[in-house]
């Protein structure tokens, strides 16, 4: 047996002759089992030393080869949701010996991704889009005339928590198209799920009554290969028994004209083999309900906390150790455990803050003030949309919600930013966390735009702050009751600079910069933390007598416009630096600026490009982007070297 290029994993001895699905289906039921128990342990092996999300691929592993030997894929087209669960998919599709490349820079993707292979049909990262991209994909075949073509959306309870879930689900329920909707059912997204849907199907997965109706329907089901033509029939009949005998519950799904299944063990790889084989064949959207338990087959993530098994880092395979390396010296904390505290320490001073989070609580720190301040912070399950118009409705009332998204999660719920809170002036404090380059969950995670879109919304604050002391800042004065409006907050992923960062709260002026070092060769521009990447880039280019001056925007909108008028009456070399998208972004502005008042300058650019930007560390990332502290430097370097002039040379 060889070792795996890369990874010194050895696949077991059924895992290591899978290249494809159509090897796979060589192997007869009672090898499954086995099969995916050397598929867990290769996922372990592998993320124990590489990382990577981990308690959602081991949940699915045997319903990821229950589909794939029963389905002819890709042609039979299956659709993940969200992505984290993946990882078996992945090695089943011809990806074994490139997996330990997974989230690593230039290596495979962490989700499906289109142009990866042609078993991952559709690009996901986000949440709750299977349902209406399978569906989309069950019409044209139907309109195409590819009657046997088959269509399955894996869906976690988590993601069937957002509207997208229910708006696709009512939707095929009309359509009559081939769909099948397996709903992993495991309690969990990232955090605990929350909400009534997790009670409607605890009530199903519990319930006497049901289980027993449902046991004689699998009686049924089990003998459809007998009946032959009279499949449809039979179903028929079935779907009449559970009307008729079944608990009120199975009505939500019977209500959209889905026919329900299950719900059924989703570790049971030889059963889920033959009920999907019985579902094959019957016509029309149905929806099968599989029980899973995140982090199965590995003791620790079973018994443990099953939020930090989601993506847990490097961790000893053998004893459950996450493997974290403890520094000599005290570390400046995570931006978004910043947040977490400081909230919870301003909403101590002011009882009509609240806290608004769409399942991201961990993710964001918001769980802090749900712990302290349980009655005044809200995980509102993944619907950004609705966390936003909820916000809304709670500043209509006098309180001053603080609604926290992922830069990126937060493209979700525009139109509620514009049309519910900000054409109406409501004070709802947007802090959107992950705000550019989010590292390794690569393109559907990076908060690229988020500058760009918000400072085209009237009435809007759009700031970043360059450190930790900064974000506590403009969260306090957002919070002042003379601050109108809505007002946004955005910051990175990871860890900021200050060690000592819980200083005493200060009010910033709205709409006004700093100075942060003075110079005379150049005017180097930056919003938020990328500020930091600044200093260090001057650092080097004073060792070549390169003296630049550095300004922090910290807003975007309004932007400063009395330090933009002693910028460009100053400098005619200027550069700008923002972790974010260059097209519309806090640059953008700034040459709004010199075209309104008529300067004529020499104006770089520095930021995301546009194009989508693949997986990595943020590091890498920021070199590939142009703005890394030695970039920075070159980027200085090039534009003083330049003596065709500045007469409005814009780069």
């Given at each position: 047996?060889?070792?795996?290029?890369?990874?010194?994993?050895?696949?077991?001895?059924?895992?290591?002759?899978?290249?494809?699905?159509?090897?796979?289906?060589?192997?007869?039921?009672?090898?499954?089992?086995?099969?995916?128990?050397?598929?867990?342990?290769?996922?372990?092996?592998?993320?124990?030393?590489?990382?990577?999300?981990?308690?959602?691929?081991?949940?699915?592993?045997?319903?990821?080869?229950?589909?794939?030997?029963?389905?002819?894929?890709?042609?039979?087209?299956?659709?993940?949701?969200?992505?984290?669960?993946?990882?078996?998919?992945?090695?089943?599709?011809?990806?074994?010996?490139?997996?330990?490349?997974?989230?690593?820079?230039?290596?495979?993707?962490?989700?499906?991704?289109?142009?990866?292979?042609?078993?991952?049909?559709?690009?996901?990262?986000?949440?709750?889009?299977?349902?209406?991209?399978?569906?989309?994909?069950?019409?044209?075949?139907?309109?195409?005339?590819?009657?046997?073509?088959?269509?399955?959306?894996?869906?976690?309870?988590?993601?069937?928590?957002?509207?997208?879930?229910?708006?696709?689900?009512?939707?095929?329920?009309?359509?009559?198209?081939?769909?099948?909707?397996?709903?992993?059912?495991?309690?969990?997204?990232?955090?605990?799920?929350?909400?009534?849907?997790?009670?409607?199907?605890?009530?199903?997965?519990?319930?006497?009554?049901?289980?027993?109706?449902?046991?004689?329907?699998?009686?049924?089901?089990?003998?459809?290969?007998?009946?032959?033509?009279?499949?449809?029939?039979?179903?028929?009949?079935?779907?009449?028994?559970?009307?008729?005998?079944?608990?009120?519950?199975?009505?939500?799904?019977?209500?959209?004209?889905?026919?329900?299944?299950?719900?059924?063990?989703?570790?049971?790889?030889?059963?889920?083999?033959?009920?999907?084989?019985?579902?094959?064949?019957?016509?029309?959207?149905?929806?099968?309900?599989?029980?899973?338990?995140?982090?199965?087959?590995?003791?620790?993530?079973?018994?443990?906390?099953?939020?930090?098994?989601?993506?847990?880092?490097?961790?000893?395979?053998?004893?459950?150790?996450?493997?974290?390396?403890?520094?000599?010296?005290?570390?400046?904390?995570?931006?978004?455990?910043?947040?977490?505290?400081?909230?919870?320490?301003?909403?101590?001073?002011?009882?009509?803050?609240?806290?608004?989070?769409?399942?991201?609580?961990?993710?964001?720190?918001?769980?802090?003030?749900?712990?302290?301040?349980?009655?005044?912070?809200f995980d509102v399950g993944i619907a950004e949309q609705h966390a936003v118009t909820f916000s809304a409705g709670l500043a209509t009332q006098g309180l001053l919600p603080f609604c926290n998204i992922y830069s990126s999660f937060m493209q979700r719920a525009y139109d509620q930013v514009v049309h519910d809170v900000a054409l109406q002036n409501l004070k709802v404090i947007f802090c959107l966390d992950r705000g550019g380059l989010a590292g390794s969950d690569g393109p559907t995670h990076h908060g690229a735009f988020d500058l760009a879109y918000f400072r085209c919304i009237p009435n809007m604050t759009v700031s970043a702050p360059m450190n930790?002391?900064?974000?506590?800042?403009?969260?306090?004065?957002?919070?002042?009751?003379?601050?109108?409006?809505?007002?946004?907050?955005?910051?990175?992923?990871?860890?900021?600079?200050?060690?000592?960062?819980?200083?005493?709260?200060?009010?910033?002026?709205?709409?006004?910069?700093?100075?942060?070092?003075?110079?005379?060769?150049?005017?180097?521009?930056?919003?938020?933390?990328?500020?930091?990447?600044?200093?260090?880039?001057?650092?080097?280019?004073?060792?070549?007598?390169?003296?630049?001056?550095?300004?922090?925007?910290?807003?975007?909108?309004?932007?400063?416009?009395?330090?933009?008028?002693?910028?460009?009456?100053?400098?005619?070399?200027?550069?700008?630096?923002?972790?974010?998208?260059?097209?519309?972004?806090?640059?953008?502005?700034?040459?709004?600026?010199?075209?309104?008042?008529?300067?004529?300058?020499?104006?770089?650019?520095?930021?995301?490009?546009?194009?989508?930007?693949?997986h990595g560390e943020q590091k890498e990332l920021y070199e590939e982007c142009g703005f890394s502290p030695k970039e920075i430097a070159a980027a200085v370097v090039e534009i003083l070297q330049d003596k065709k002039g500045s007469d409005s040379m814009v780069s």
């Amino acid at each position: 047996m060889e070792f795996v290029k890369g990874s010194g994993v050895i696949p077991g001895e059924l895992l290591a002759k899978i290249n494809s699905p159509a090897d796979l289906k060589k192997l007869n039921e009672n090898q499954l089992e086995q099969f995916c128990t050397e598929l867990r342990q290769f996922i372990i092996d592998v993320v124990s030393v590489k990382g990577g999300h981990f308690g959602a691929s081991l949940g699915v592993v045997e319903l990821t080869a229950a589909i794939h030997y029963v389905y002819n894929t890709p042609y039979d087209q299956l659709v993940w949701d969200v992505g984290h669960q993946a990882y078996g998919h992945k090695i089943i599709t011809g990806r074994r010996d490139i997996f330990h490349t997974n989230r690593i820079y230039k290596g495979i993707s962490g989700f499906p991704k289109r142009d990866e292979s042609e078993f991952d049909t559709f690009g996901v990262g986000h949440s709750s889009t299977s349902i209406g991209a399978a569906l989309g994909m069950a019409v044209a075949s139907k309109y195409q005339g590819n009657n046997d073509k088959r269509h399955i959306a894996v869906i976690g309870d988590g993601a069937l928590t957002a509207g997208m879930s229910f708006e696709a689900l009512n939707h095929a329920g009309t359509q009559h198209a081939n769909l099948l909707v397996v709903l992993n059912d495991n309690c969990m997204s990232i955090d605990p799920n929350v909400g009534a849907l997790k009670d409607y199907l605890t009530d199903i997965t519990t319930s006497h009554t049901y289980n027993k109706a449902k046991d004689e329907v699998w009686k049924m089901l089990s003998k459809l290969s007998t009946f032959g033509k009279s499949a449809q029939e039979i179903v028929s009949k079935i779907q009449g028994t559970i009307k008729t005998s079944l608990l009120k519950q199975s009505n939500l799904f019977e209500s959209l004209q889905f026919r329900y299944f299950g719900p059924v063990d989703g570790h049971d790889v030889v059963r889920l083999t033959q009920v999907l084989k019985d579902l094959k064949d019957i016509p029309g959207p149905k929806i099968l309900h599989v029980l899973t338990k995140k982090g199965k087959g590995y003791k620790f993530s079973e018994e443990g906390n099953e939020t930090v098994w989601h993506s847990p880092g490097l961790f000893n395979k053998e004893t459950g150790e996450i493997i974290k390396v403890v520094p000599k010296e005290p570390q400046p904390p995570k931006y978004q455990d910043v947040f977490g505290l400081t909230i919870v320490e301003l909403a101590e001073k002011n009882s009509k803050i609240m806290g608004v989070t769409p399942a991201m609580p961990s993710g964001c720190s918001l769980n802090i003030m749900m712990k302290a301040m349980p009655d005044r912070a809200f995980d509102v399950g993944i619907a950004e949309q609705h966390a936003v118009t909820f916000s809304a409705g709670l500043a209509t009332q006098g309180l001053l919600p603080f609604c926290n998204i992922y830069s990126s999660f937060m493209q979700r719920a525009y139109d509620q930013v514009v049309h519910d809170v900000a054409l109406q002036n409501l004070k709802v404090i947007f802090c959107l966390d992950r705000g550019g380059l989010a590292g390794s969950d690569g393109p559907t995670h990076h908060g690229a735009f988020d500058l760009a879109y918000f400072r085209c919304i009237p009435n809007m604050t759009v700031s970043a702050p360059m450190n930790e002391e900064e974000l506590r800042n403009l969260m306090y004065t957002a919070q002042l009751d003379e601050i109108k409006g809505p007002f946004s907050i955005r910051y990175p992923r990871g860890n900021g600079v200050m060690v000592e960062w819980k200083t005493p709260f200060k009010k910033i002026e709205i709409g006004k910069g700093r100075k942060i070092k003075d110079g005379k060769d150049v005017a180097i521009l930056s919003i938020g933390h990328p500020g930091n990447l600044v200093t260090k880039a001057i650092e080097l280019l004073q060792e070549q007598n390169i003296s630049p001056a550095h300004y922090d925007m910290r807003f975007v909108k309004p932007i400063d416009e009395t330090l933009l008028h002693e910028v460009f009456a100053r400098y005619k070399k200027i550069i700008t630096v923002e972790d974010g998208g260059i097209m519309g972004g806090m640059g953008s502005a700034v040459l709004e600026f010199m075209a309104d008042n008529n300067y004529n300058a020499q104006v770089k650019r520095l930021g995301i490009p546009d194009h989508f930007i693949e997986h990595g560390e943020q590091k890498e990332l920021y070199e590939e982007c142009g703005f890394s502290p030695k970039e920075i430097a070159a980027a200085v370097v090039e534009i003083l070297q330049d003596k065709k002039g500045s007469d409005s040379m814009v780069s």
